[in-house]
Structures are given as structure tokens and as C-alpha cells.
């Protein structure tokens, strides 16, 4: 604070302006703002998934063609990511957080009006740059604004907008779909998106941009020790959790489950994926973010494994589909809590940069695994599935083999 003397209304507005604009380093109040935007992206970018067929049928094109937006919207959100927070990065964060959400809402807009695929791309694109702009920015500003100690809750909070969005926005997202067809509930998207920007603009504080950090240092950074291990694990686990779920209304149909239940399947999905992220962030507090890794990765190991014997034998059992769903969901969004955690932890003063690193590699994940999905899909969902269960296996491996060869400068960062 000033030393000079001033006023003593001036001080009082003062420190109104400052509890507004300056970061609390308190509890998880205002994270909650960052997980309504987190919402309305995740929204964003997985609501395809419940209605691909229909989107396929309306541009004509194949299933695998409209997975294709899917498979873009990743592939350019990983590259715009880093990209965006060099080019933004001086901008206050409010402004960025309310501008990346306005973005996403008129490339919302656009794709409910595409009127074939290359247009729909087009605005899958447009999408990307505007969720590259929000998501990291929101991670990296909800660790600053709690203590220490609560990074990890804080952390699986903002996640938890993309987790409720799995378990609220695709499952509504499909039944608007069946009923309204999906433009209109694209158009819905756009709406909210609107209006979460709206309050950000309103509610958030405004903590101030900081030096860009030119793409040189960003990719130099991923070569601090640590880093490098933790991005691929990243991108291995989204692919896995993601070569089935562009896809999972055929899938599902393969394991007998109809039209009408789809829905209530994927809804299950969202309940383990709020569960399994809020579970991990409080975990990773508690256990160290390895330990709840491993775990994850077991998990869904194991479901995606049961999900491609449900599919290969041609059993039916519809309360084992819900169960497994449920495992599929936790285990595909408890890692995101525990890989942020270590990030910050390993470089707490580039915590924006390895944020952005680290949703890059999510979605280098999600698109990977979805490609490989449009590749499998007219091969069966029991070969989707046997081919997710062993990237998981992947996963684990990697960090059983990077935790034993990084020993105790390993154990320093992950724990």
C-alpha cells in the first residue's frame, strides 16, 4: 500500500475497488464463476456427441465424416492453445475470460447454421480459438485466487465445469436434439455461452495480464524436468477415455442399449466423470496426485476391457452398461485434477504457460483418440473398445516407467 496520505473517502473506495479487482487467496467462492464458463465450453465441445448420427444424416455424410468436427475441434485447440495465451497474454483476465466465451458463442451460432461439412468445420475451428482462451486462463487464475493447500480442490472445481457439462449438457444436448434437432440445440449452446459471459463480465475480479511469453520459451519449456513426462501422460489418457466416446450412440447401440436410453447411458457417464474429478481433486490434496493416477488408469483399464467382452459376446445387460459407464466417466476426468496439480507444483511462476501446455496435450488426446475411433467404428465397438483398454494400459505403463526412472526428483514433483 501507499504511504502517502489520502483522503478518507478515497480510501474506503479504494479498498471497495481492491476487494473487487484483487485476487482473494481465500476459499473457492469465486471459482465457481470459472466452473460456469468451464460448463459452457465443455458444452461446447462434447455436445456433438449426442446426436452425430443426426449431424451425419443432415450434411450427408458418414458417421465418421461428422466425427470429423470432433477430431478438428481438438486438433485445433491443441494448436491454438499455446498460441492464443502468447498472443493475449498482456490482455486482464477478465477481459480474455469474457471475450474467448463471446467467441465461443458466435461459432456456436455458426454451427447451427452450417450448412454443410466444411462450413461446420470452419466453426468447429472458431470454437477451438475461443475455448483455448478460456480454459487454460481459467485454471491457472483459480490456483491464484485459493491457498496453497487448496490448489487441487480449486483446480477440480473449474474441471468440474467440463465434468458437469458431460453429465448435464450431452445427455440434454441429445434429448433437445431428438426433439428440436440438433441446430437448435447448438443455437441453445450459443445462448449460454452468452450468458455466461455475461457474468464473468459481471462477478469476476480483474487480476491484470502478464509479460508474453514467446512461443520459443513455451516449447523450451517442455523440456523442464517433469514436464516432459507429464504432457504425454496427458494426451495418452484422453485418447484412451476418447477413442470410443465421439462415438458412443453406435457403441452403445452394439451392447443393446436403444435410442431412447442413450440419453440416461451418458448421463451415468457425466455422474462418474463430477464424481471422479471432484474425488481426484480432494485426492490428490491428501494422497499426492500419482497415487490417483494410478488408480484412474486402472479403472478404466478395466471398464473399457468389460465394455469390448460385452460387445464381442453380444450380451446384453443394460445395469452393467450403467455401472461400467459410470467407471468410464470417473476414470476419464480424474486425471485432469492431478496432472494440473503437478504442473503448478513443479513451476507455480509459469503456472499459465504449463496450464495452456496442458490442455494442449488434452486435446492432442481427445483428437487422436478420436480419429482412431472414426478409423474402428465400422469395425465393431468391441475392437473400439479392446483398442482403449490397451492405450489405458498404455497410460499406466508410462507412469509406472517414468515415476521408477525419475526416482526421487520424480517423487519431489508428482507428490
Known amino acids: 500500500m501507499s504511504s502517502i496520505s489520502i483522503p478518507r473517502e478515497d480510501s474506503a473506495e479504494q479498498q471497495r475497488q481492491g476487494s473487487r479487482d484483487k485476487p482473494s487467496s481465500g476459499g473457492l467462492g469465486r471459482t465457481l464463476i470459472l466452473a460456469l464458463g468451464t460448463f459452457a465450453v465443455g458444452t461446447d465441445a462434447f455436445v456433438l456427441a449426442g446426436f452425430l448420427p443426426d449431424v451425419a444424416k443432415s450434411l450427408h455424410t458418414s458417421t465418421a465424416g461428422a466425427g470429423q468436427a470432433v477430431t478438428v475441434f481438438a486438433a485445433a485447440y491443441a494448436v491454438a492453445s499455446p498460441v492464443v495465451a502468447t498472443l493475449t497474454a498482456r490482455f486482464p483476465r477478465r477481459l480474455l475470460l469474457v471475450a474467448a466465451l463471446v467467441v465461443l458463442a458466435a461459432a456456436n451460432a455458426a454451427s447451427a447454421l452450417a450448412p454443410n461439412l466444411p462450413f461446420l468445420l470452419a466453426a468447429r475451428v472458431l470454437a477451438a480459438a475461443g475455448a483455448a482462451g478460456y480454459t487454460p486462463t481459467a485454471g491457472a487464475v483459480s490456483a491464484a485466487l485459493v491457498r496453497p493447500e487448496m490448489r487441487g480442490r480449486a483446480l477440480s472445481v473449474v474441471v468440474a465445469g467440463l465434468t458437469v457439462a458431460t453429465a448435464l449438457g450431452v445427455p440434454l444436448g441429445d434429448a433437445v436434439g431428438s426433439v428440436m434437432g440438433w441446430r437448435a440445440a447448438l443455437g441453445l449452446v450459443a445462448g449460454l455461452c452468452l450468458l455466461t459471459a455475461i457474468a464473468a463480465a459481471a462477478l469476476m475480479p480483474t487480476p491484470p495480464g502478464s509479460a508474453p511469453v514467446p512461443l520459443a520459451a513455451r516449447v523450451a519449456a517442455l523440456r523442464r524436468p517433469g514436464v516432459a513426462t507429464v504432457l504425454p501422460l496427458t494426451a495418452l489418457g484422453m485418447a484412451a477415455a476418447y477413442t470410443v466416446y465421439a462415438y458412443a450412440i453406435p457403441a452403445l447401440h452394439a451392447l443393446g442399449i436403444a435410442d431412447g436410453a442413450t ?153
Not at 503437478?342 to 499459465?352: G, H, I, K, N
Open 263 to 415: 440419453a440416461w447411458i451418458l448421463s451415468a457417464y457425466g455422474v462418474g466423470a463430477v464424481a471422479g474429478n471432484l474425488a481426484a481433486g480432494i485426492a490428490a490434496d491428501r494422497l499426492g496426485p500419482t497415487r490417483v493416477l494410478a488408480a484412474g488408469y486402472t479403472l478404466m483399464a478395466a471398464s473399457m476391457a468389460a465394455f469390448a467382452v460385452l460387445a464381442a459376446t453380444g450380451v446384453h445387460a443394460p445395469l452393467l452398461v450403467v455401472l461400467l459407464a459410470v467407471v468410464w466417466g470417473a476414470s476419464t476426468w480424474c486425471q485432469t485434477p492431478p496432472q494440473q496439480h503437478r504442473l503448478f507444483s513443479a513451476a507455480p511462476a509459469e503456472a499459465p504457460l504449463l496450464m495452456a501446455l496442458n490442455a494442449s496435450a488434452i486435446y492432442v488426446g481427445i483428437g487422436i483418440g478420436t480419429a482412431a475411433g472414426g478409423l474402428l467404428v465400422a469395425s465393431g465397438a468391441a475392437k473400439m473398445f479392446t483398442v482403449a483398454a490397451l492405450v489405458a494400459c498404455g497410460a499406466l505403463g508410462w507412469l509406472a516407467a517414468t515415476g521408477r526412472s525419475r526416482g526421487r526428483r520424480w517423487s519431489t514433483l508428482a507428490e
